[in-house]
């Protein structure tokens, strides 16, 4: 741990607390990038292309975002740098992927569905007649074999 290898005296106890968090999502980060890199290309090339270009973009969204963590860490003002636009470029094309699938998930229109509401909307339960002049096929078929 990152507190336990240099004495107490060399930063001040107020931001221990911090630096055992860092070190704890430092861990977490590590922990997560070995279980990728574990995982097979064969593995990758199973995912439909929808799935691999989250994937992928995530993946580049996460190594940015590391960069810009390693440029703060060094003093490097990184709005200022070109890891600002990258990420910027990034987040677009997330936003696309994310269009694309919110598009794949939306309702479709059924269409029988659809005029079965409008048919009982038009058909008037308390006299058993159309509403405006209007009948339901079948009604009108039973009237005239009548």
Do not use: C
Request: charged fraction near 30%.
């Amino acid at each position: 741990m990152m507190a336990e290898e240099s004495s107490a005296e060399d930063y001040p106890t107020e931001i221990e607390e911090f630096l055992t968090g860092f070190q704890s999502s430092v861990s977490s980060v590590q922990n997560v990038i070995q279980t990728f890199m574990s995982v097979s290309k064969g593995e990758h090339l199973k995912l439909d292309p929808l799935e691999q270009a989250k994937l992928d973009l995530m993946s580049a969204y996460t190594l940015n975002s590391l960069f810009w963590m390693y440029l703060v860490t060094q003093g490097v003002n990184p709005k200022e740098h070109g890891i600002k636009q990258e990420l910027e470029r990034i987040r677009t094309y997330m936003n696309r992927v994310k269009e694309i699938t919110d598009k794949k998930k939306a309702a479709r229109l059924d269409k029988d569905a659809a005029s079965r509401f409008v048919r009982n909307a038009l058909w008037d339960t308390e006299d058993g007649k159309a509403k405006a002049g209007t009948e339901r096929p079948h009604k009108a078929k039973q009237r005239k074999l009548n």
